[in-house]
């Protein structure tokens, strides 16, 4: 799998409506596309929870623990 950068200011400045929020985590090849440090990065900042509130942005971040263990046992 070949790894894309993409610049999280960048797409933190792109991202200011839930709709767009919604389509980007809505869509797995473009969501799969970051990688799993910046998709922590983005939902855990101050903009995205406060676009998407408190209990979206706790899923995601469930979500997104489940795939980091996921990636550790299957390293181990």
Request: glycine share 4%; proline share 0%; charged share 30%.
């Given at each position: 799998m070949q790894r894309i950068y993409i610049d999280m200011s960048n797409l933190r400045d792109m991202l200011f409506d839930r709709e767009q929020i919604l389509a980007l985590v809505s869509d797995d090849a473009v969501w799969n596309q970051i990688p799993?440090?910046?998709?922590?990065?983005?939902?855990?900042?101050?903009?995205?929870?406060?676009?998407?509130?408190?209990?979206?942005?706790?899923?995601?971040?469930?979500?997104?623990?489940?795939?980091?263990?996921?990636?550790?046992?299957?390293?181990?």
């Open positions: 799993l440090e910046q998709r922590f990065e983005l939902v855990d900042s101050f903009e995205f929870r406060t676009l998407m509130g408190d209990l979206f942005t706790e899923g995601i971040l469930r979500i997104l623990r489940a795939e980091a263990e996921a990636l550790i046992a299957t390293i181990h």
